[in-house]
């Protein structure tokens, strides 16, 4: 019932920055909990950041502190993710995820839908 659609994704020289968008459409409802994860090639998919609906509690990963900014726009339905100063370990598939339950966690299982991810390259 909710389809997410990431993009923003690219290929950038350590330093640089990068926006991720993730739309949402569908029977979103109201109140929920939007998260950014991402997936190294040979690693496990880790959390990165989650927003509250409202946008009042935001939570990162301590990999991206003070580097990433979360923050959402409900009249579009989107969720972005302004990356700086990005790092070679950041490269990998970014995908946001939807909680309806709209409690912001960061396990991965608490997420009912999910986007099909876009590539975030970081060049040494």
């Known amino acids: 019932q909710v389809q997410l659609v990431e993009s923003g994704g690219g290929l950038v020289q350590a330093g640089g920055s990068l926006r991720l968008s993730c739309a949402a459409s569908g029977r979103t409802g109201s109140r929920y909990a939007l998260a950014w994860f991402r997936q190294a090639p040979g690693k496990e998919r880790e959390f990165v950041s989650t927003?509250?609906?409202?946008?009042?509690?935001?939570a990162y990963a301590n990999s991206v502190k003070d580097r990433f900014t979360i923050s959402r726009d409900n009249a579009k339905n989107t969720v972005y993710l302004q990356m700086n100063s990005l790092k070679p370990e950041d490269t990998a598939v970014y995908y946001c995820a939807a909680d309806l339950s709209g409690y912001g966690s960061r396990g991965e299982y608490a997420y009912e839908y999910w986007g099909q991810g876009t590539q975030v390259t970081v060049s040494s």
């Open positions: 927003i509250t609906w409202s946008g009042g509690s935001a």
